[in-house]
């Protein structure tokens, strides 16, 4: 690769953050960008986690730090975004990470739709939906304000193919899909046309969130869903961490810079197969 095409991809000077980032997905996501070149700023209500992560990409020598956040309270994520600012001097880009599913919030032979708990709906969507909306705009207003910036959500399969089981993230997600195409039209419009906002859909990963419904917990196999979703995965395997950070570093550097409120799935073709 030429001086030139490895440019573009660069984070060097770029101060990232990184919502969810105690998570698996999230916390190997933050190490990769950190290898690209950036300034890492690791957020979760999980402090103590992040910052485990954080000294471990320390020791390796990036420059990162952990900064505590609940993506559902918007003066817990303004307060961060000062500390950031305070810390590294800017913010270049925002990744909104958080997210998950719970077992209340998931129809099952105990648990039929008519009796899914409020309680949990409300939490599987507002973490999903309203945990990414809440940074988007404490972070959107510092970029509108400083005439550049990127942010980047997560989407999922859910919002391209609904699937079976999980009413709440599915429509989340779906929301997500929306509102990142309304987000990056109404932000080039009104603010800057250099502000950018995408997002990925992962196919599937195991998380501790969705474990429960794709390994069998005593035989160490897999469930009957974790069996179809492999079936109809034309590459036969779930996700790595490592599998998302291509893309990421395409959608949050330079080699996006026209690319503006599109979702690219990262699935391993699960969307592209019929089941035929």
Not at 51 to 58: L, P, Y
Not at 83 to 94: A, H, S, T, Y
Not at 97 to 118: D, I, M, Q, V, W
């Amino acid at each position: 690769m030429n001086t030139q095409a490895a440019d573009i991809f660069s984070l060097r000077h770029k101060v990232v953050v990184i919502t969810g980032a105690a998570g698996v997905l999230c916390s190997g996501l933050a190490a990769g960008l950190c290898q690209a070149g950036a300034t890492v700023a690791l957020c979760d209500i999980n402090y103590d986690q992040a910052r485990s992560h954080s000294r471990n990409m320390i020791e390796e020598g990036f420059c990162a730090a952990a900064f505590r956040m609940d993506v559902l309270d918007k003066q817990s994520i303004a307060l961060a975004s000062q500390e950031i600012l305070k810390e590294f001097g800017r913010v270049d880009i925002l990744i909104n990470g958080a997210g998950g599913n719970r077992k209340e919030a998931t129809t099952s032979a105990e648990l039929s739709f008519f009796e899914l708990p409020e309680e949990a709906i409300h939490w599987v969507f507002n973490l999903n939906f309203m945990g990414s909306f809440l940074p988007c705009q404490v972070f959107g207003e510092i970029f509108a304000q400083q005439k550049s910036g990127v942010i980047l959500n997560i989407s999922s399969m859910n919002a391209l193919r609904p699937l079976t089981r999980i009413p709440a993230y599915s429509a989340a997600k779906a929301a997500i899909t929306n509102f990142t195409q309304w987000l990056a039209v109404h932000l080039a419009q009104n603010y800057a046309p250099q502000l950018r906002v995408n997002a990925i859909a992962p196919g599937f990963f195991l998380t501790e969130q969705n474990r429960f419904l794709l390994t069998n917990e005593h035989s160490n196999g897999l469930t009957q869903r974790g069996e179809t979703i492999i079936s109809h995965t034309p590459q036969n395997r779930f996700g790595e961490p490592s599998d998302l950070l291509g893309t990421v570093l395409y959608l949050v550097s330079s080699a996006s810079d026209f690319v503006t409120g599109i979702t690219i799935a990262i699935d391993g073709g699960f969307s592209a197969f019929s089941g035929v």
